[in-house]
């Protein structure tokens, strides 16, 4: 497996459904056991990601908060 990060997303500023539609279409160009790093600084976001990763297979391998940034790796299916 992959341990260094394919494709950062920054997605700060970002509300609502966005962040997660647009990591779902970046993930989409990406290969299965590519890393993604999503910055979002929507709190409400880390419960779509979770959701949408048990969803869709996708493994949310690392979260963390820092300054109100939210950091968050995931690996592709």
């Not at 779902?24 to 709190?43: H, K, Q, Y």
């Amino acid at each position: 497996m992959r341990t260094t990060i394919s494709r950062t997303l920054d997605l700060r500023g970002l509300t609502g459904p966005l962040p997660v539609a647009r990591t779902a279409v970046a993930m989409a160009a990406m290969d299965s056991g590519e890393l993604a790093e999503v910055l979002t600084t929507d709190r409400g976001s880390i419960r779509d990601f979770l959701a949408w990763s048990r969803a869709t297979g996708n493994l949310l391998v690392e979260q963390t908060e820092d300054g109100g940034i939210h950091r968050l790796v995931i690996r592709k299916r």
